[in-house]
């Protein structure tokens, strides 16, 4: 039996089995809806359920808190159809517009920007480019199945060009990447997925906070406001274990040095080797101490989901911060 799958706010249509997944029969529909890992980790194709009912499969750690379940909220990649069902994705005005596309490109360049992180650039066809808000990522697919998120770190006006940034996590991608991937390989990628991107509508102060390759997408989103000349303030708080994870800290020195924005490289690890004179500890205590009143400001972060659940907790909590202006892209594996 098959039911019809309405997807609001896009209004995209397509008919699903009742033994297929909605992310199955959406792709093989040809409809791209926001997705990364397909087996309910990541959390990318979590929407709610407005209409119809879906049996939802939960795996152990998986993406789908009790909170979500109860709340209406179905992960796209596990539940299957027991009915016709409308389904609400998460979407914002800055990326709604945005089409979803699977393409293709090829390496352009490598550079080791660290022992652990490789710096990927991408180039599409001549003709090509790939419409993003800066911060939102693609992803990387490997074949067979298997993808990974990756965001996109440079600014979207970089045309047919394509910067990532990855660290070496070990895994599938990890290796491709690491041992395989040379110049003018042909890399699939799908996107851009995700709604991490600069709220338009808000004119308050920005704190941008990274942890280690977290730096991608905040640096697309510094790189974008520098370009539009924006006016609207900002500082950069950058945590890593030793200084080797401030893997471009050279660069986001020269963008304080050249404006108004303050950059904060913080460290939690650094040995007396390392001659480390700057701020020590994790980022969000840097935050907290120096921007003990945060009611009037936005917080956009990305890195580990525990570094950002301990500075959602401490921001909104210590200096007053409104949960609806804390932004975040979690790094969840996938
Ligand atoms: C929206 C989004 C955007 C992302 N953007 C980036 C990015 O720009 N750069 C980047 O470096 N990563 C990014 N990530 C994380 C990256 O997608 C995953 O970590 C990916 O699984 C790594 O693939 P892999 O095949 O190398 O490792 P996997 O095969 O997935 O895992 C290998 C081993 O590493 C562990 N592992 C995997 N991921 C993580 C993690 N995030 N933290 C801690 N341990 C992990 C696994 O448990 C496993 O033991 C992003 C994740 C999301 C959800
Ligand atoms: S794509 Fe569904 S949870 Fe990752």
Redesign the pocket.
């Given at each position: 039996m098959s039911y019809l799958i309405y997807c609001k706010p896009m209004d995209v249509v397509f008919e699903a089995d009742e033994s297929e997944t909605l992310l199955a029969a959406a792709l093989r529909n040809g409809h791209v809806l926001p997705h990364?890992c397909g087996n309910g980790l990541?959390g990318?194709c979590k929407v709610r359920v407005v209409d119809g009912t879906v049996e939802q499969n939960r795996p152990a750690n998986g993406a789908l808190s009790d909170l979500d379940a109860e709340g209406g909220f179905a992960l796209l990649c596990q539940s299957t159809p027991k009915t016709n069902v409308t389904v609400q994705c998460n979407v914002i005005p800055e990326t709604a517009q945005i089409p979803v596309r699977r393409i293709m490109g090829r390496v352009h360049r490598l550079e080791r920007a660290a022992d652990d992180v490789m710096r990927i650039w991408v180039k599409l066809a001549e003709k090509d480019s790939l419409l993003f808000a800066a911060g939102q990522?693609v992803n990387f697919v490997l074949g067979a199945g298997v993808r990974?998120?990756?965001?996109l770190?440079n600014p979207p006006s970089e045309g047919n060009l394509l910067e990532?940034?990855?660290?070496?996590?070990?895994?599938?991608?990890?290796?491709h990447i690491f041992e395989k991937l040379k110049e003018k390989d042909l890399v699939r990628l799908e996107g851009p997925?995700?709604i991490?991107a600069i709220r338009r509508s808000s004119s308050k102060p920005i704190i941008f906070m990274a942890g280690?390759?977290g730096f991608?997408?905040i640096k697309s989103m510094i790189e974008s406001l520098r370009l539009e000349g924006s006016t609207r303030p900002a500082a950069l708080y950058w945590g890593g274990r030793r200084p080797k994870d401030l893997y471009l800290n050279d660069m986001a020195q020269a963008w304080a040095d050249e404006s108004d924005m303050t950059y904060v490289p913080v460290l939690s690890d650094a040995i007396a080797e390392d001659n480390w004179s700057g701020r020590t500890g994790f980022p969000h205590h840097a935050v907290a101490e120096d921007f003990p009143d945060l009611r009037q400001h936005q917080v956009y972060i990305c890195g580990?989901p525990a570094m950002i659940e301990a500075t959602r907790k401490e921001l909104t909590t210590r200096c007053g911060l409104d949960p609806e202006d804390f932004f975040t892209?979690?790094?969840?594996?996938?």
């Open positions: 990364c990541c990318t990522h990974r998120c990756i965001s770190a990532l940034h990855l660290k070496n996590y070990g895994g599938a991608l990890s290796r997925l995700g991490f280690g390759t991608s997408p580990a892209d979690e790094f969840k594996k996938s």
